[in-house]
């Protein structure tokens, strides 16, 4: 019997040992490999909470603020530690429905269940007073605090940008973004975004079983203090800028000015505008839909990103290169005949004279010499290098490049090359007389409407430019960018540019000028008049800058599908602006009010489509 309960025992004591064995194994991987557990406790007695820093304020030129923020709460969640939820009660705090919660419910668990993620997005400072005395009850939510952007005047839509959630591509890029955390998205947000969004900071607190904050975690320690981001101050005119928009409020084009001397942007706008405050909050999805919606594109940065035939205002940079290559001089004169269709005007006797009077058969006949100079025989070859020269000086003058303004998604237009018409025609098969087009601004050319202004900028310094800007400095340091300070020389004589400046004088002031309408009593005017074919009706446009002498603004007017040519519509807008910005205000006031009013866009969608000329 002795052997027999002997062996009982060792069996008992075989039992407790692998039972305890068990136990240390579970717990060892419970406390030391798996982290699940460690990580669910660590969450029901701390909580981490990150501290979003202010986002940078923006300034006008003149001090004005244009985009500041207001604190607003997020509610976040933990869904692992949401217990005991009376959900109808919560729906009803909160003015959700059951299917809303379930939803948001579903996608904070796909994210994490033991982190934190936001369960209601920018809730008001007065939304949250009415339910944040009940939040003791809702074990697993806490209030995250943030800024939201907000803009004291709903102009510069397209300028300033705005900010959104970030996506998968936003995380997959930069690991200092979380899920939840906003990014700038279009416009100076998103070009200055590591300057504007500052540094986070973080808060570790203590919460109690009823999910209640009791203190910080180590006497804060562990916190870490955010940074706030810095501060823009922008180039923009707000006056002038504003006044440009309620000019163009019921029109569709764009209008771009410029400081010449210093490159800084005075306005930009593209029409049709938005109040920059409906892509703010909780709204600016269902917003976003219905101006991505809409048939005039509202969100379209035209000034930055269409990209049009420019017409007649090319002429004035055909004429300077022209001239610099020797293959005109400045009282070369040309018979005004059928080519191209003539103005009814008398020939022009020079140069000056053909950007007055717009001659196309003039600058046909220019261009003619830039592309065929007679340097070969071959008259293939001799196309291809005088396109070549054509090129590399179109390039000086910001064409067929993107300037870099410190702006997204900035077009380069379209500077026809050899290797863009050996593609198109195969090579040694084409020659002046395929390109011709080219010479008005038409054909294969395309322009952008910031390097519009740029041209104006060009001529008004006499042969330079500076890069155009929208931000003067950023930051408590003052911190400049060095290349808006680098001058763009175009290698063309300051002697050519006089002339360019003088006829441009005289299409506004002039006999037989085409811009008459953009003549401002006290203020020499210097303008380009351009007529723009394209889909529907012609586009108006206008370059100018003033005054003539030591010139403080550029201009560059675009007026889509406005029948009667630059001189009709662009011009005139474009005094407006000029007038405003050098006179505090207009003066002409039965003029300001006829052209705010009228609408001269034909009407959307276009039913005709004009003859362009053919494809060769």
């Known amino acids: 019997m002795a052997d027999k309960y002997s062996n009982r025992s060792s069996v008992v004591k075989i039992i407790f040992i692998a039972i305890g064995l068990i136990f240390v194994v579970r717990l060892s991987i419970l406390q030391i490999f798996d982290s699940e557990y460690k990580e669910k406790a660590k969450n029901q007695s701390l909580r981490n909470i990150t501290q979003y820093p202010a986002r940078g304020l923006m300034y006008d030129r003149n001090g004005g603020l244009l985009v500041y923020n207001e604190a607003v709460y997020d509610l976040m969640v933990i869904p692992r530690m949401v217990k005991d939820l009376d959900t109808s009660y919560f729906c009803n705090a909160l003015r959700i429905t059951k299917e809303d919660f379930l939803e948001r419910m579903e996608k904070a668990y796909k994210y994490s269940p033991y982190s934190a993620s936001i369960f209601m997005k920018q809730i008001s400072k007065e939304e949250f007073g009415r339910w ?91 916190d870490s203090v955010p940074l706030e981001g810095m501060n823009l101050y922008t180039t923009i005119d707000a006056d002038l800028q504003e006044y440009a928009e309620k000019v163009m409020a019921n029109k569709r084009g764009c209008i771009v000015a410029i400081e010449p001397e210093t490159g800084e942007v005075l306005t930009l706008l593209s029409a049709p505008c938005y109040d920059p405050n409906l892509l703010v909050g909780r709204i600016r ?119 870099e303004i410190d702006l997204p998604n900035v077009k380069k237009g379209n500077i026809p090359d050899t290797a863009f018409y050996n593609k198109w025609y195969g090579k040694e098969r084409w020659a002046f007389t395929t390109i011709y087009s080219n010479s008005i601004g038409q054909g294969e050319v395309e322009v952008v409407p910031i390097q519009m202004a740029n041209l104006a900028c060009i001529v008004a310094n006499r042969g330079y430019f500076y890069t155009p800007h929208l931000v003067r400095f950023y930051g408590p340091d003052s911190t400049k960018n060095p290349a808006f300070y680098e001058k763009h020389e175009t290698g063309i004589e300051k002697e050519y540019f006089d002339i360019a400046a003088r006829g441009m004088y005289d299409v506004v002031h002039g006999a037989g000028g085409t811009a008459h309408k953009a003549d401002i009593p006290g203020i020499a005017v210097c303008g380009k008049t351009g007529t723009a074919e394209n889909y529907g009706n012609d586009h108006s446009v206008f370059i100018a800058f003033a005054p003539m002498d030591k010139p403080k603004i550029a201009v560059a007017v675009y007026v889509e599908n406005a029948q009667g040519g630059g001189g009709t519509w662009a011009a005139p807008i474009a005094s407006l602006i000029i007038e405003k910005y050098l006179k505090g205000e207009v003066e002409r006031k039965d003029f300001e009010h006829y052209y705010m009013d009228i609408n001269p866009c034909q009407k959307l969608p276009l039913t005709r489509r004009i003859k362009k000329p053919k494809k060769r």
């Not at 005039?296 to 090319?314: E, T």
């Open 132 to 222: 944040e005395n009940l939040l003791y009850k809702f074990k697993g939510f806490y209030i995250s605090k943030r800024t939201l952007r907000l803009y004291g005047r709903p102009i510069a839509a397209h300028v300033l940008g705005y900010v959104g959630e970030v996506n998968e591509r936003d995380l997959e890029e930069n690991p200092y973004y979380k899920r939840g955390d906003y990014i700038g998205k279009s416009g100076l947000e998103a070009s200055y975004e590591e300057e504007l969004r500052g540094i986070k900071g973080k808060k570790i607190m203590q919460v109690d079983v009823h999910n209640r904050e009791i203190g910080s975690y180590m006497h804060g320690q562990m």
């Open 285 to 403: 999805g269902e917003n976003f839909v219905k101006l991505n919606e809409d048939i005039s594109k509202p969100l379209f940065n035209r000034a930055l990103q269409a990209q049009y035939p420019p017409g007649s205002i090319f002429k004035v940079a055909q004429a300077m290169i022209a001239l610099h290559l020797g293959v005109i001089t400045p009282s070369t004169g040309f018979v005004c005949d059928k080519v191209l269709g003539c103005h009814n005007h008398p020939s022009a006797r020079s140069v000056q004279e053909a950007i007055k009077m717009s001659c196309n058969p003039y600058f046909y006949y220019t261009y003619r010499r830039v592309i065929q100079q007679g340097k070969y025989k071959n008259i293939y070859k001799d196309s291809q290098y005088g396109l070549t020269v054509w090129d590399d000086y179109m390039h000086r003058f910001g064409f067929g490049q993107r300037l």
